[in-house]
Structures are given as C-alpha cells and as structure tokens.
C-alpha cells in the first residue's frame, strides 16, 4: 500500500533562518507531488507541484522554492523565512494523470517568530 | 482566476440532524470537483464528481454535482459526533501538464453535539 511521510510535525524558526521540509511517497512510482499551505481557517493554496524529478511548477510568487531530487521525494525550502510564512504546510501525492484524488501527509506547523 | 466558494462557513448541529453543505466554482477547463474530510491534520478524499447528476453515496454521505448551475452539495444524513470536521471542496482543472491543479475552498467547519 501507498504511503506518505511528511516531517517534521512542528517546527518554530525565527526570522531569516533557512527552512527545509521533506516528503517522501512509498508504494507508488511516478507520483504527481504537491506543496499546500493552508492559513487559520482557510482551505488550502497550491504552492508547488510536479509530475516528475526535477519538473516542478510554481502557483504563486513567494519565498519558498520546492525540488524533487528523486521520484518520490519532495523538499520545500526557503534561503530566508519571513513572518508570512507561517502555517500550515501539506504535503500531497496522487496517481499520474487527471482524475485521481489526493493523499496528504499529516502536515507541518510552521511558526516563525 | 479559479474560484471555489464555500458556504456555510461553519455549522452546529445536533447528533441525528441531516446537513447539507454547499460548494460553487469558477473555473476555467474543469475536469472534477472532489470533496474531502479533514479532522485534525491530512484532508482525507470523500467522493469525486465528474458528471452531472449522478450521485456518489457512502454510507450517510452522499454528493452530486450539477455543471450547467455550477455547485456541488455534500449531504450528511444522521450526523454523529465523529462527523465533526472541516469539509474541504476543491475543483481540479487542467493544467497544462499531466497533473491535476485542484483549487479549494475554505472548507465548511461542521460541529455535531451530542
């Protein structure tokens, strides 16, 4: 069966630190990957996505950069967070192609402070 | 821009209520409109509509889609404190490239008391 690793749970940085959160898919090749950050209350906003190793797509103009380095593995980073980054950040993966739903990781709570 | 729009924002019912939770959208090249259940962190999938006016049902959930008046609702029958979550619409569109773009809505926050 397929699963989805998303770590870590909780992270608190300050301001101007760098950022790195990892992803990993098992059980699956070739999965569609996707960064979402969701805001109090809010749904959530496509960040970044990809259909496959180093082919990534960005939604919206912001601090964070996203990569693929393998088949199954999704890093967000950032050289320097800003208070705005805060949030709630998921990771997702779906089959390839249209049609398929998502699964998500259990997210990380970023605060910068 | 691709909307998708949520209402109610939130609800509370009492355990036994029927609710129905709306979602309209605005969007460019729709594929799918999928509703999804999240509780505490990782939204879980629900249903995934495609084609007007056929029902998906699980259990005391059911979904239709209607594309020409562009709106999906999501009815929970016989609601149980378990059912208290964010309801999440989001509304896939093509892309462009072989990947689903899925826009969400703000959720609908439903609070069943016992």
């Known amino acids: 069966s397929q699963t989805i690793h998303q770590w870590p749970a909780t992270l608190v940085q300050p301001v101007g630190s760098p950022l790195s959160l990892e992803c990993t898919v098992e059980?699956?090749?070739?999965?569609?990957l996707y960064w979402y950050r969701q805001a109090a209350g809010r749904g959530l906003q496509l960040l970044f996505y990809?259909?496959?190793?180093?082919?990534i797509s960005s939604e919206v103009p912001q601090n964070l950069s996203a990569s693929r380095p393998q088949d199954r593995q999704f890093i967000l980073s950032s050289k320097k967070l800003l208070l705005s980054d805060s949030g709630f950040y998921l990771c997702?993966?779906?089959?390839?192609?249209?049609?398929?739903?998502?699964?998500f990781g259990q997210g990380t709570r970023l605060t910068v402070v | 821009e691709d909307k998708v729009v949520q209402s109610p924002l939130s609800l509370v019912v009492h355990e036994g209520d029927t609710v129905t939770l709306n979602c309209s959208y605005e969007?460019?090249?729709?594929?799918?409109l999928l509703w999804y259940k999240q509780e505490k962190k990782a939204p879980t999938f629900l249903f995934m509509l495609?084609?007007?006016?056929i029902e998906k049902k699980s259990g005391r959930l059911s979904s239709i889609l209607d594309k020409k008046e562009l709106f999906s609702i999501l009815n929970i029958t016989a609601t149980q404190t378990g059912d208290s979550a964010v309801y999440l619409c989001?509304?896939?569109?093509?892309?462009?490239?072989?990947?689903?773009?899925?826009?969400f809505g703000d959720g609908t926050t439903l609070t069943v008391k016992p």
């Open positions: 997702a993966w779906s089959a390839t192609g249209w049609d398929t739903e998502a699964f």
């Open positions: 059980g699956t090749s070739n999965p569609n």
């Open positions: 990809s259909v496959g190793i180093g082919q």
């Open positions: 969007v460019t090249n729709f594929r799918s």
């Open positions: 495609t084609s007007s006016g």
């Open positions: 989001a509304v896939e569109a093509e892309s462009g490239t072989n990947a689903g773009k899925s826009t």
